[in-house]
């Protein structure tokens, strides 16, 4: 590693990969990115976000200086009036009255000082994380199950499997390094069996044996069936049951009740039986299965019960606690494993503590010098803001996330922050969603800039070192909260720097641990006593870290003991519940959200990426063809889709893919880069009464054709202010912005219009091509200054707008040729030049018709030849689906040539 080269981990999904990032420029913040070869959660590979870090590492719409009601301010002003405003309250009201929103995005020594401010010494639980929106479920799954939030897998058991399951899980997008592992395991091993259940045909089910396109939220059931049976065939781990288990037959009880008859059950799912008899038969046949579980399971209203039908049957077979076995929880944000550690969650305590055992709270109190700790549970994430808008609480201070984005029911989350008391965030980002509504911004340092600790999915704690030093006047997320804790008049939040932190951490994870006070499962006190050079210097390691596991533990319940009081895993009896809100003839399809493969949660860091844009440049909804016909939905056509609790805009994107009867939006879309785009407004906010994590995949609504009077495309050099207009889509390019807008408001001038659009464009001196026909209402222009592109704008009320792709591609070129001046207008490239089209692969750039062009050329039949032609596919691997389908749909035209 060179002297400039320094070690960190990606900022990205619970996967945690190890980067390892050159300073090219400092000064300049140009770094040079690539994957950790020696990381064990990498080994070197990188998906297209962690890859493009380097691009998001600028000071674009960064949030540099402190705010109070829209001025800036120094920090000792800043600090004083949140600390003056919330004891205020606090006299006022008391301790509940105020709450804390934080973040998976946060470091663990954020999210440790967070914690023991709120729950330590104001006295309240009313601190909750986004971290509830994604994996609460899993959390209570494993709890009831093990009596402690205990991950038991590791990657490696991904690679042991005999049979991998993934539940509910795209993490061919969602977690690609993790899914790539399990994609070379498959091509290592050909035996391996890879069952996809989803109602969705995802990018997943590329290496899957068997896809389970399950009716949405009757996972409880399928997995409740296979239990009944492993029962009925004699495929019981009889000893391991009674030996290290307990309340078995009244969970068996429970699972024949529901799943009576084998042909009924396969129908209630929506599946054929021998599809699930299969799936059965290699379950309990195969020794080594692990069963992978995300935000499919997670987010319902029974996903607690969804996560420990799940953990029954692996208890009834014996399949955990050994290499390719267990039950394991794809965690989605980078740091949700650090959060659950330091008691992130309302209904948790520090370090995996409880907080309504009086034992725990006695514990925590004494080693914090607290007498004010918590002893209840707080307010979950969506009764958090439920409190906000009727007013029992009268502050709320949200650190590193964006609810007015993320949270189901999102615009009550707008009207509740707009008429909130106080309103505190901290963010890195200057314009979200919901900074518009703060009071007072605080200036965070973002990654790059951030030094302390995170976990990922399989408990592996690594470091997040700094590249640069903090921007501006931002400060780290524990700094700031300290700071506050401080003027406040609490003791105790005097650190000096995040390895101080974690030194507490640690030793409060091993205070009391032992046989005398009970084992607790989460246990780093091997680093009770760790200096800054060992912090500087600390390697990746999955916890627990102890005198007697100094290199760390792989893999839990190798010895068949758990952290019940009994030492025995508890099966738990489920009565499968349907979704909460069912479908009729007003809203008659269920809408389901999740991730795009190149973005991450509202886009503040991956829209700063111009390649992150280009492979899905607007939000989408996927629906079925036989859908569609029904409800006169074309292919990239509009949509309006309606729920009870809000709309959106949509383009729609026509697949087979979707189950008929449901749809599928992304996630990601805010206000700053979509007028009408933000799922949230849609999703129900009814939640899972264990885990109060919402029902995001089942929201009924009703989806129609919107048909806007014009349409445009407008490509700008310049970020462009552009108002009223009813749908509004702005994506960075390399170079350019760009534009996708529509309106059912008739324009009445078009040339006029579109010259106030680019206003700021035209200035002389300036080159202007033009063309209009007002009869069918089409009007181009383009803007070129000292021979190069400057801006165009295409509107059309009747014909088709063009394909971006050549269009785009003119903004890195310095010069314009006649040529190109010639078809520019025109939309299409001239002759004998060539499209690329839409992209496929965002690690290198490589468009559709690049590919189809490759293919036909070189009469390619397989990606591999793909890749050695273009690289496409080469590099995450993300893209090798839609590889082999432009393959399957080439050799078909072929076939139809001949």
């Known amino acids: 590693m060179s002297p400039s080269s320094i070690k960190t981990t990606c900022p990205y999904c619970g996967v945690g990969c190890g980067i390892e990032a050159t300073l090219v420029d400092p ?41 109070i009601n829209g001025r800036t301010t120094d920090w000792e002003s800043a600090l004083a009036h949140v600390a003056e405003r919330f004891a205020a309250i606090i006299a006022e009201h008391g301790p509940d009255a105020v709450g804390f929103y934080v973040s998976g995005q946060l470091l663990t020594e954020d999210y440790y000082v967070a914690n023991k401010m709120m ?14 929106l994604c994996m609460s479920s899993a959390v209570v799954g494993y709890k009831r199950a093990f009596g402690a939030d205990a991950v038991p897998c590791s990657y490696e058991d991904l690679e042991q499997a005999e049979l991998i399951v993934l539940v509910g899980s795209n993490a061919a997008w969602c977690h690609p390094v993790a899914f790539q592992r399990i994609r070379r395991a498959k091509e290592s091993n050909p035996g391996l069996k890879i069952v996809v259940i989803d109602p969705r045909a995802t990018s997943t089910c590329d290496i899957a044996d068997l896809h389970l396109s399950i009716k949405p939220g009757m996972d409880a059931l399928l997995f409740n ?6 029962a009925e065939t004699g495929s019981l781990d009889r000893d391991f049951i009674d030996r290290h288990c307990q309340d078995f037959v009244p969970a068996l009880a429970a699972a024949q009740d529901s799943a009576v008859v084998f042909d009924e059950l396969a129908a209630a799912c929506g599946l054929p039986a021998h599809d699930l008899a299969q799936l059965f038969a290699w379950f309990a046949k195969l020794k080594k299965v692990v069963t992978v579980y995300s935000q499919g399971i997670n987010q319902s209203s029974s996903g607690s019960d969804k996560c420990n039908a799940i953990i029954n049957c692996h208890l009834a077979s ?52 607290s007498d004010r700790v918590a002893n209840r549970q707080g307010l979950k994430a969506v009764e958090l803001f439920d409190a906000i808008a009727d007013g029992r609480i009268k502050a709320v201070w949200i650190m590193a996330t964006n609810p007015v984005v993320s949270m189901p029911n999102a615009d009550k989350i707008k009207r509740t922050l707009q008429q909130c008391e106080l309103v505190v965030v901290s963010d890195c980002i200057a314009n979200t969603d919901t900074m518009a509504f703060a009071h007072v911004k605080l200036p965070a340092t973002g990654w790059s800039e951030k030094d302390g600790t995170v976990t990922n999915l399989e408990r592996r704690i690594s470091r997040q070192r700094p590249l640069f030093a903090p921007s501006g006047q931002s400060r780290p997320d524990w700094w700031i909260v300290c700071q506050i ?3 406040m008049g609490f003791t105790g939040f005097d650190y000096q720097s995040s390895a101080e932190i974690f030194r507490e951490h640690a030793a409060l994870s091993g205070f009391e641990n ?50 019940t009081e ?19 003839a007003d809203y008659p399809f269920t809408l389901n959200t999740g991730r795009l493969r190149d973005q991450w949660h509202t886009m503040t860091r991956t829209a700063l990426a111009a390649k992150l844009n280009s492979h899905k440049p607007e939000p989408t909804v996927e629906i079925h063809p036989e859908d569609a016909l029904r409800t006169g939905l074309k292919h990239a056509g509009m949509a309006l889709i309606t729920s009870r609790w809000g709309s959106m805009l949509a383009r729609v994107d026509i697949t087979v893919s979707q189950q008929s009867g449901s749809l599928f939006v992304p996630m990601h879309w805010t206000e700053q880069f979509s007028s009408r785009g933000r799922v949230g407004a849609l999703v129900n906010p009814v939640v899972d009464p264990l885990s109060g994590q919402p029902e995001s995949k089942q929201t009924p609504v009703r989806i129609e054709a919107w048909q806007p009077r014009w349409q445009a495309l407008l490509l700008s050099r310049q970020a462009l202010r552009i108002g009223g207009v009813e749908y509004q889509i702005k994506v960075k390019g390399d170079g350019y912005w760009r534009y996708h807008l529509a309106g059912q408001t008739e324009i009445d001038e078009l040339r006029s219009w579109s010259k106030t659009l680019l206003a700021n464009e035209l200035q002389e001196p300036s080159e202007s091509l033009e063309f209009s026909d007002i009869e069918i209402g089409d009007y181009r222009m383009a803007s070129i200054e000292a021979g190069r592109l ?19 591609s003119l903004f890195a070129k310095p010069e314009l040729t006649r040529r190109e001046r010639l078809s520019l207008l025109g939309g299409l490239p001239p002759q004998g030049e060539q499209d690329v089209g839409r992209t496929v692969c965002s690690c290198f750039n490589v468009g559709e018709k690049t590919i189809l062009q490759a293919i036909a050329k070189h009469k390619l039949d397989n990606v591999a030849g793909i890749g050695e032609c273009l690289s496409a596919g080469t590099g995450c691997g993300s893209c090798l689906p839609e590889l082999k389908t432009l393959l399957a749909d080439a050799g078909k035209v072929a076939v139809i040539g001949h």
Request: with cysteine; glycine share 12%; charged share 20%.
């Open 318 to 369: 014996g399949k955990i606690g050994k290499p390719g076995c267990g039950p394991f929880s794809l965690t989605g944000q980078p740091n949700a494993m650090g959060g659950r550690e330091v008691g992130g969650l309302a209904n948790t305590l520090a370090a995996h503590m409880d907080l309504e055992n009086p034992l725990h709270v006695d514990r925590v109190g004494r080693f914090w010098g």
């Open 485 to 487: 804790a401080q003027r």
């Open 119 to 132: 729950k330590g010494f104001i006295g309240s639980a009313n601190i909750d994380t986004n971290s509830r």
């Open 566 to 584: 009994q030492g025995r895993a508890c099966f738990i009896p489920i009565s499968p519940r349907v979704p909460f809100h069912a479908t009729d």
């Open 225 to 230: 069936g296979l239990l009944a049976y492993l």
């Open 514 to 563: 032992d046989s005398e006070h009970g084992i607790r499962d989460f246990d780093i006190s091997a680093f009770a006593d760790i200096n800054q050079p060992q912090f500087d210097a600390l390697p990746p390691i999955q916890w627990p870290v102890t005198a007697k596991a100094m290199h760390g533990t792989a893999r839990l319940f190798s010895d068949g003991r758990f952290y």
């Open 27 to 67: 000064e300049k913040h140009i770094v040079s990115i690539k994957g950790d070869a020696q990381h064990p959660a990498n080994f070197g590979r990188l998906c297209s976000k962690g890859a493009t870090l380097g691009d998001t590492v600028s000071l674009e719409n960064r949030l540099l200086q402190p705010e």
């Open 790 to 808: 400057s801006a165009c704008v295409f509107v059309t009320a009747q014909g088709g707008l063009p394909e971006p792709g050549w269009l785009c």
